[in-house]
């Protein structure tokens, strides 16, 4: 049995889609799709959602990506007891038919606690491994950084400026194209888009995700799990997924891209400062 949990959040025709392609893999494994909504589903769109699953977490607030994620978790784990965990954005798609035979294999040769596919986009590179922050100088250089674009996106003739600096820096300077994802890697963080939990890692923790989260950074929290409990991370190059990215977001600020901007920018902020305290602290979390 594997179980995948979604998180939709004014976004349903993403997460049916994402259901649909799930119902297309082909395996002999039982297979459960539980969808968490972020309290943004009206009455008849949970029904017109019960048509393709069942397994709905209907909350009242929106509590994130972290919480939303391990209450759908829980659920699987109390009801299914699954073998795996796979978490995946609602805005991804499964084209590959044996998916879930590719990660019983991977399991059963890396015994992994955490393993992630390879993520394509529309520009068509992976984002697998994932480049993390690991370490308190460059959280906090990442920090200064972030509270900088929060004042430059909320000032008018600052974010004008820097709109021109980077259209003219595009003229001139090719946009670099991540190179990785070409080969499966042992011990590497993993991006947060779609990860797949074994029952060893789940039942080692409360909450699968750190739970303290509301946006951003979960891969981070991960990476510090693996490397003070000594976990097994594995990227699996031969597993994929199609990853649309940001489309919940998009469509929560569709008339404000400087509002999700600041949003984005201050969620970010949040979490590499608990990243931060984690790192200081040298706590199991």
């Known amino acids: ?24 893999i082909k395996t002999d494994k039982k297979i459960s799709t539980i969808v968490v909504d972020n309290a943004s589903l009206t009455k008849d769109e949970v029904e017109k959602l019960k048509k393709y699953t069942k397994d709905i977490i209907l909350l009242k607030e ?43 294999r991977c399991y059963k040769e890396t015994n992994f606690d955490i ?16 480049p993390v922050y690991d370490n308190i100088d460059t959280i906090n250089e990442k ?30 300077v090719k946009p670099k194209h991540l190179e990785n994802g070409k080969k499966s890697e042992y011990g590497v963080a993993l991006h947060g888009c779609a990860l797949i939990f074994s029952k060893k890692y789940y039942k080692r923790y409360n909450d699968v995700f750190y739970n303290e989260t509301f946006l951003y950074h979960e891969e981070e929290f991960l990476y510090y799990r693996k490397l003070h409990d000594n976990l097994i991370t594995y990227y699996d190059a031969n597993l994929e997924i199609f990853h649309k990215e940001g489309a919940s977001l998009n469509k929560t600020f569709e008339k404000d891209n400087y509002k999700k901007l600041i949003f984005r ?11 931060k305290n984690v790192y200081e602290k040298k706590e199991t979390i």
Do not use: W
């Open 62 to 104: 929106n509590v994130g990506f972290a919480k939303g994620n391990n209450k759908g978790c829980k659920y699987a784990i109390e009801k299914y007891n699954p073998d795996f965990l796979c978490v995946i954005n609602n805005d991804t798609l499964i084209k590959q038919a044996n998916f879930v035979d590719e990660i019983y």
């Open 265 to 275: 920018n201050k969620e970010i902020v949040k979490s590499l400062t608990l990243l």
């Open 143 to 172: 920090i200064a950084y972030h509270n900088k674009l929060i004042k430059i996106y909320g000032n008018v003739l600052l974010r004008n400026l820097l709109a021109i600096y980077m259209k003219t820096k595009r003229l001139f």
């Open 1 to 24: 049995m594997i179980s995948f949990i979604l998180l939709n959040y004014k976004n349903l025709k993403d997460t049916i889609e994402c259901i649909e392609s799930i119902n297309k």
């Open 115 to 130: 393993m992630g596919p390879k993520i394509i986009t529309d520009g068509g590179e992976s984002v697998n491994p994932f």
